[in-house]
C-alpha cells in the first residue's frame, strides 16, 4: 500500500505474472492531485529513481533537475568513478 494525505491510498498488487498493479479509488481528484492523472507522477518518480539507482550502481554520476513542466530531467555522466 502506498498511504497518501487525505482520504485514499494505493493498493499495490502483485499479479500472476510477477508484474504489478496499482489499484486507488479516483473521486473527487485526491489522488490524482498527488500522483497525476493515470499515476503520470508516481511511475515517473519511480522511473527516475530506478534509474539513478542502476546508473550509481554501475559506476556513474547522476543527477536530476526538476522542469518547469513538472517533468524531470536526468543526466547521467562520466564513466567508471575511481
Given at each position: 500500500?502506498?498511504?497518501?494525505?487525505?482520504?485514499y491510498d494505493?493498493?499495490?498488487?502483485?499479479?500472476?505474472n510477477g508484474t504489478f498493479q496499482l489499484t486507488t479509488d479516483?473521486?473527487?481528484e485526491h489522488v490524482e492531485q498527488q500522483v497525476g492523472k493515470n499515476f503520470s507522477r508516481l511511475l515517473q518518480l519511480y522511473g527516475?529513481?530506478?534509474t539513478s539507482l542502476e546508473a550509481r550502481r554501475k559506476g556513474y554520476?547522476?543527477?536530476?533537475?526538476?522542469?518547469?513542466n513538472g517533468s524531470i530531467k536526468v543526466m547521467i555522466t562520466g564513466g567508471a568513478m575511481s
Open positions: 500500500m502506498i498511504a497518501l494525505k487525505g482520504p494505493i493498493a499495490v498488487n502483485r499479479q500472476a479516483w473521486y473527487q527516475v529513481h530506478k554520476m547522476v543527477t536530476r533537475q526538476s522542469l518547469k
